[in-house]
């Protein structure tokens, strides 16, 4: 992964040394500008690479903040740099065709200028939505879950607490939450962004979410950033066996007032006895475990008459929930793509990459998330909490 990013490094540098060598300029400003932007592309690249190497700690959270920043600039500068240098490609191939004179029609300044100023502007709207908590709602027919009554389920995934993070966007959540008059709040997974330290102050976080009312109680699972372990540019890259459940996260989740499930399952006898069954993460199932329990284990104490909601960080085994007599299973995880075009990409690469569908008997919701994993912003996609009317 180190090797990976670096390559993309340095074909970045060659670009961006290839256009600034081509401005208009005299040479002795040409040289400069390619030194000047050549040094500080490389500084600013140095970042998510120092936070990934450097132990868990104060120095690897300014490093990885810092480099989670550069991340969206250097997406967007490069992706408007292509898309730009498309377009002169097509207008010179156009101008060659019809034999009309010029070169490259607007030249170097041109895809120097209009992808810093697409980067920026990208950027800062970009985190606007990403701090921006939407509330979107669905609606199931109460009897799906076994109820007499209408009942509001609240979901909400991803607050990826970490280096980028200000309890604001948590603040604003809980409200959100609370202006729902919620029956039951459910939260899906990846509390921190793997590392419980760059919390700084879980107290703080803490406090905040003790603030979430519900009727009949919060209950929460793991995601697979709830294990601390490297990160590079928001990525993971060191393997399972490197990814540890950091001691003081269960406290942490029970200072927040929410119930944690590690591949539990409890009923609530308010809801006519609905079951909630909550699932380890698939791939960092944590505390020593080197899978989580299987449907068929996890629902084993249950009867066929039960009303199921699982709880579960990834959507997976969406094509089993109806054997084993799921009826809403609720998810978190893809956020989305959070960030544009892996909007696209998570689309076509994963079964349900957004909202609901139905799944043979079973209905699955996945949430896009409140908060963001590496750049700390979004693109063609939304913050979000879930509401759940049972009508
Ligand atoms: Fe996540």
Not at 129 to 144: F, L, R
Not at 188 to 201: H, I, K, P, W, Y
């Amino acid at each position: 992964m180190i090797a990976i990013y670096m390559a993309i490094v340095i074909v970045a540098m060659v670009i961006l040394g290839s256009v600034t060598k081509n401005l208009q300029l005299k040479k002795s400003s040409r040289d400069m500008i390619t030194f000047i932007s050549l040094f500080a592309f490389f500084v600013m690249a140095m970042f998510p690479l120092i936070g990934a190497v450097v132990h868990d700690g104060p120095v690897c959270w300014f490093f990885q903040k810092w480099g989670n920043i550069f991340m969206g600039l250097f997406m967007f500068f490069f992706m408007t740099l292509a898309a730009v240098a498309i377009i002169e490609l097509i207008i010179w191939t156009v101008r060659r065709a019809s034999k009309k004179k010029g070169g490259v029609p607007h030249g170097a300044a041109a895809m120097l200028i209009i992808p810093l100023i697409v980067t920026v502007a990208v950027n800062l709207a970009g985190s606007q939505t990403a701090h921006d908590v939407k509330v979107t709602n669905y609606s199931i027919e109460k009897e799906k879950l076994g109820l007499t009554e209408p009942a509001r389920i609240v979901l909400f995934a991803d607050t990826h607490i970490g280096v980028n993070s200000t309890p604001k966007i948590y603040e604003d959540m809980v409200d959100r939450i609370n202006e729902q008059d919620a029956d039951l709040v459910v939260v899906a997974g990846d509390l921190v962004t793997s590392s419980f330290g760059a919390m700084r102050d879980p107290e703080t976080y803490a406090s905040i979410m003790r603030g979430i009312e519900s009727k009949y109680g919060v209950y929460a699972v793991y995601g697979n950033h709830d294990v601390d372990e490297p990160l590079l540019g928001g990525f993971t890259y060191a393997g399972k066996e490197n990814a540890k459940r950091n001691p003081a996260m269960e406290g942490w989740v029970s200072d927040c007032g929410w119930k944690l499930l590690t591949d539990d399952v409890m009923r609530i006898p308010e809801l006519n006895g609905l079951v909630i069954a909550g699932r380890r993460d698939e791939s960092r199932p944590g505390e020593g475990f080197d899978e989580r329990a299987p449907l068929s284990d996890l629902l084993k104490e249950t009867d066929p008459d039960d009303s199921i909601l699982l709880l579960q960080h990834e959507h997976s085994d969406l094509y089993e929930l109806d054997e084993y007599g799921v009826d809403l299973s609720v998810s978190g995880h893809t956020h989305d793509g959070q960030i544009f075009p892996g909007n696209i990409i998570t689309k076509i690469l994963t079964e349900q990459s957004y909202g609901m569908e139905n799944w043979g008997d079973a209905i699955a919701v996945v949430t896009s998330g409140v908060g963001y994993y590496g750049p700390p912003i979004r693109v063609c996609t939304i913050s979000e909490i879930v509401v759940i009317d049972l009508i």
